[in-house]
């Protein structure tokens, strides 16, 4: 599997807005609306079904990423995009530090498979230090659906 399977390039969100962990969420669930791949008639209850994942365990598995994710009924098609922090959210990490990057990912409840392959794609890629690191340097969309793709051809 490969980000460009799953990841909706309309919706990579280079500069969050939102400074607390429930708005992130809100605001990367409201950009895959806003890109089509969404209903935005699902946004309240992806959005408060993600809000229950975290309270159960946090996503923020340390070194400044996050990977917000869930099983939802109304979510028809695996969908995922990313969302860059310039000043760092607290999301209740593991190791107790800002997550400057959240790889979103909704998946619909009846392919576990699918989403167990993005989870492993997203998680490989994210503990590489050199790709974390120009995650966060990448400023714009397109820097970092490039490095995205870089990603899917094994550079």
């Known amino acids: 599997m490969k980000f ?3 990841i909706v390039k309309e919706a990579v969100e280079p500069n969050l807005k939102a400074t607390d962990r429930d708005a992130v ?3 990367l669930v409201n950009k895959l609306a806003d890109a089509g791949a969404l209903p ?3 946004v309240e209850e992806v959005v408060a079904a993600l809000i229950k994942r975290e309270k159960n ?3 923020g598995f340390g070194k400044g990423v996050a990977v917000p994710h ?8 695996m969908v995922g995009t990313l969302g860059r922090s310039v000043r760092g959210i607290d999301f209740a990490a593991l190791d107790h530090q800002s997550v400057y990057i959240a790889v979103l990912l909704l998946s619909p ?3 576990p498979q699918q989403h167990l392959q993005a989870m492993n794609i997203i998680f490989t890629s994210l503990q590489k230090d050199t790709f974390r690191r120009f995650l966060r340097q990448s ?7 490039e490095l ?3 990603a899917d051809q094994g550079k």
């Open 70 to 77: 869930v099983k939802h009924p109304k979510i028809k098609k």
């Open 4 to 6: 460009s399977e799953f």
């Open 25 to 27: 969420l809100a605001e």
């Open 148 to 150: 995205l793709d870089e």
């Open 109 to 111: 409840e009846n392919q």
């Open 40 to 42: 935005k008639t699902a």
């Open 139 to 145: 400023a714009t969309s397109d820097g970092i659906i």
């Open 57 to 59: 365990g946090s996503t």
